[in-house]
Structure formats: C-alpha cells, structure tokens
Nanobody
C-alpha cells in the first residue's frame, strides 16, 4: 500500500522558513520522480516543484524559484521542501506526490499518488 505523509507545516511570520518532509512507504522511492504541490484558499492546486530520482533534474514554479529548495534522501524514502523567505501568498496546504513518469514533471496529471497535505500559514 502506497503511503505519502507530509509533516512540518505550521504558522510562521513573513520572511521565515519552514521545512516540509514527505515520508513514503510502499513504493520504490529511490527510482521515482516526486513533486510538491499546494492549494491556497479559494484557488486550484498548483505545482510547486518536482525532482527526478537522482536529483539532477529539479523543476520549480516561478513563484517559488530562489526561495524554495526540493531535496530527497533515497535511503530514508523521504522528500523534502525547504521554504525560505516565506510570503503570506505562500499560505496553502502543501502536498507531496509521486509521478508516473521517467523524469521530473510539472504536469499534475502525471502524478498518481498523493499525500493528505500539511497546512502552511504565513502571517503578514
């Protein structure tokens, strides 16, 4: 049974940092592309970033480029999202997901397993 569990969300002031983790089980994490998405209140879910199995191809949404960093620990079957210089507009539920592709992808339809999400709230 595939499971993806996000942790690390919380309330942080603007300019602050958070690190999200996504612990996975039931899948061959070390060979799979993974991604982060978010859904802000009243908005559609959007791509944040994606990473291939070896971390040599990493994609970011323009809105987070230079502030967010995706990484992975294949030995721990865990995906990470380091978020720095947070802004109120980063407030959202953040989801990790497994891609059904050979490489990193920003296309939401290419993701087939999702976590339950973790809330990130950035106060102004």
């Amino acid at each position: 049974q595939v499971q993806l569990v996000e942790t690390g969300g919380g309330l942080v002031p603007a300019g602050g940092s958070l690190r999200l983790s996504c612990a996975t089980s039931g899948l061959k994490f070390s060979v799979l592309p993974m991604g982060w998405f978010r859904r802000a209140p009243g908005k559609e879910r959007e791509f944040v970033g994606g990473i291939n199995w070896s971390a040599n191809n990493i994609l970011y949404a323009d809105s987070v480029k230079g502030r967010f960093t995706i990484s992975r620990d294949n030995a721990k079957n865990t995906l990470y999202l380091q978020m720095n210089s947070l802004k109120p507009e980063d407030t959202a539920v953040y989801f990790c997901a497994k891609a059904n592709t050979d490489d990193a992808t920003a296309d939401e339809v290419e993701y087939d397993y999702w976590g339950q999400g973790t809330q990130v709230t950035v106060s102004s």
